[in-house]
């Protein structure tokens, strides 16, 4: 942040209901996670004079603003797949440092599950056939297709091994089953994700993200209100990101994600190391992106990934070395979509130490005190990284 400038807290988190909604539309998640986050800061709605959302209507963010009687000032609807929410949380940040915004609330809300169950919609083969994407749809480029290549790449260059990949669904799961939100929670072994139905090579079931529904929400307010919230300040204390490719053609390495700059940017700008952070929440739609985002964001070295997330070490448990996806991630907890939302809201609980059954402590016994949430949106295409520290 620069100096001089007002410093930006999230005061207020929340999720809708998760994992099997399907009584619900995607406006009502979002009018559910939006009332529960300002009760979770104690803030009035009147006082709300920002908003972020995106992937919801022909006006997004202007219908969903007025669905929940909003009528803002500033408004965001950057849509980069699941880097979105960190995103926009860096503009909204700017936004407050500027004096342009009082009080920001990003919401997101998805029907996914219901809608393919109830015929609504299917699941999705490509992101269409128009612009640069025409020129690898005839190749049956699915999205899931683009990640595995990407993981084939990282093992044949890095020796990464199939057993180092399942070994982040595992932890993850082992995270989940402490978590009473989650969608999934009964272990699994590296032998269950390596036998499971084949997807797209590498990426066995168990390898991939769940599909579910759910909403969350996020209200970040210029540090004047904090006095005026029920909650511990969390504040934004630095930001980045980066948009590397739309086209495969055009991924100059597919070992390394945006991760790689976006991170750099977020920790020069918050002053701290990747050695420092307690706790670290990243898209996880496949394992591979697990694996590789920690690579990018310097907790070890490129190349050696899969030696760090080797499940016989456990370190990207609730109790390990660097708690990874505490909440289970995608790969457990709940996956509707754009997801990165829910990693700023799973940053924030374990900052103030409202993880129920699955809070980490320092070795005080204290709460985390830093923590990392970065997004990462389409096939490895954009990612938002956000640091925040209590």
């Not at 998640?29 to 004079?49: I, N, P, S």
């Not at 093992?155 to 669904?169: D, K, N, P, R, W």
Request: proline residues 5%; glycine residues 12%.
């Amino acid at each position: 942040m620069t100096p001089g400038k007002r410093k930006a807290a999230v005061v207020g988190v929340a999720l809708s209901g998760c994992g099997r909604v399907d009584d619900a539309t995607p406006y009502t998640l979002h009018a559910q996670a939006a009332r529960r986050a300002l009760a979770d800061a104690g803030l009035d709605r009147a006082r709300v004079d920002g908003f972020a959302s995106a992937g919801l209507g022909t006006l997004p963010p202007a219908e969903v603003a007025e669905y929940l009687g909003l009528r803002p000032a500033w408004v965001d609807s950057t849509a980069v797949g699941g880097s979105t929410w960190e995103v926009m949380a860096a503009h909204a940040a700017d936004a407050i440092a500027a004096g342009h915004a009082r009080a920001v609330l990003l919401v997101y809300g998805s029907t996914a599950r219901a809608d393919i169950k109830a015929g609504r919609r299917t699941g999705d083969l490509s992101f269409g056939a128009r612009g640069p994407l025409q020129f690898e749809v005839p190749y049956g480029h699915t999205l899931i297709a683009k990640y595995a290549m990407a993981a084939r790449r990282h093992m044949h260059q890095y020796g990464t091994t199939l057993e180092q990949l399942a070994s982040v669904a595992v932890q993850a799961r082992a995270n989940a089953a402490l978590n009473p939100e989650a969608m999934f929670r009964a272990p699994i072994t590296v032998d269950d994700v390596l036998s499971g139905p084949m997807i797209a090579d590498p990426f066995t079931k168990l390898h991939c993200c769940l599909r579910s529904d759910g909403g969350a929400a996020v209200l970040l307010v210029a540090e004047e209100y904090v006095r005026d919230c029920r909650t511990a300040p969390v504040w934004i204390l630095g930001t980045g990101e980066h948009v590397s490719h739309t086209t495969m053609s055009e991924w100059a390495d597919f070992t390394v994600s945006p991760a790689a700059v976006s991170g750099r940017l977020a920790f020069e700008r918050a002053g701290v190391r990747p050695d420092e952070i307690d706790v670290a929440e990243v898209y996880d739609a496949f394992t591979y992106m697990t694996l590789v985002t920690l690579e990018d964001l310097g907790f070890c070295a490129k190349g050696e990934g899969g030696a760090f997330v080797d499940a016989g070490k456990g370190r990207l448990l609730v109790g390990g070395e660097l708690p990874v996806n505490t909440d289970g991630g995608g790969l457990s907890a709940q996956h509707p979509g754009m997801r990165g939302l829910f990693l700023l809201v799973e940053a924030v609980r374990q900052l103030r130490g409202e993880a129920d059954g699955h809070q980490v402590r320092l070795a005080d016994g204290e709460p985390p005190r830093l923590a990392v949430a970065s997004g990462t949106g389409g096939w490895f295409c954009s990612s938002g990284t956000v640091v925040l520290g209590r």
